[in-house]
């Protein structure tokens, strides 16, 4: 099985850019579809963006469609969401995720079979 590690999370203002990161052990990330989700206290967690083994193929939910960026790097064992225009409302812990259907990326989270712990990201206002 896959170890998933998410790293930088942070404080930011609005308007700012964050680049979190997800590195995997223990498996090729290529074994893997991967994907991003987020959960703000209080809330369901939810989908945030997904991209498939070879990174060719990439989904966004509507909250965050052309503000960020989903991308891998199998070669490094690591999946990257690139953050950009953030809001108040982006302010969530953001947790990585892998997918043994490589095929194409899935948003729903119960599809997925590997989590990491997460990383906060807080955006001030």
């Known amino acids: 099985q896959v170890q998933l590690a998410e790293s930088g999370g942070g404080l930011v203002q609005a308007g700012g850019s964050l680049r979190l990161s997800c590195a995997a052990s223990?498996?090729?990330?290529?074994?893997?579809?991967m994907g991003w989700f987020r959960q703000a206290p209080g809330k369901e967690r939810e989908f945030v963006a997904a991209?498939?083994?070879?990174?060719?193929?990439?989904y966004y939910a509507d909250s965050v469609k052309g503000r960020c960026a989903i991308s891998r790097d199998n070669a490094k064992n690591t999946v990257y969401l690139q953050m950009n225009s953030l809001k108040p409302e982006d302010t969530a812990i953001y947790y990585c995720?892998?997918?043994?259907?490589?095929?194409?990326?899935?948003?729903?989270?119960?599809?997925?079979?590997?989590w990491g712990q997460g990383t906060q990201v807080t955006v001030s206002s």
């Open positions: 995720a892998a997918d043994s259907n490589i095929g194409r990326p899935r948003s729903a989270f119960n599809e997925y079979d590997y």
């Open positions: 991209i498939n083994w070879t990174g060719g193929s990439r």
């Open positions: 223990g498996r090729t990330l290529s074994s893997y579809a």
